[in-house]
């Protein structure tokens, strides 16, 4: 199982980044998949969850109205759009697989002024 995460970066409040992750060695499109964070000096955070098939879609309150997962199974792929960016959602971004319990490498997501 291999996930590689990009497109993280710095932000001000108030904009937009898109994550993303590829995915190789399963069967991506029946597998869920979720995005998680950490913020410095906090535990592991669920951000959301998409079902294999993309017809189902989880969000932590926090990023509700704000974020939008979504799924590629053509490409292997799934994506987090972030807007309306608080410093608050500052933290390393993970993708993670439901089915063999895989973690990427993570990517850096700042939110600042």
């Known amino acids: 199982v291999q996930l590689v995460e990009s497109g993280g970066g710095l932000v001000q409040p108030g904009g937009s980044l898109r994550l993303s992750c590829a995915a190789s060695?399963?069967?991506?499109?029946?597998?869920?998949m979720s995005w998680y964070r950490q913020a410095p000096g906090k535990g592991r955070e669920l951000v959301a969850t998409?079902?294999?098939?993309?017809?189902?879609?989880n969000y932590a309150d926090s990023v509700k109205g704000r974020f939008t997962i979504s799924r590629d199974n053509a490409k292997n792929t799934v994506s987090l759009q972030m807007n309306s960016l608080k410093p608050e959602d500052t933290a390393v971004y993970y993708c993670?697989?439901?089915?063999?319990?895989?973690w990427g490498q993570g990517t850096q997501v700042t939110v600042s002024s």
């Open positions: 060695g399963f069967t991506f499109s029946t597998s869920a």
């Open positions: 993670y697989d439901h089915s063999y319990y895989g």
């Open positions: 998409i079902t294999g098939t993309g017809g189902i879609t």
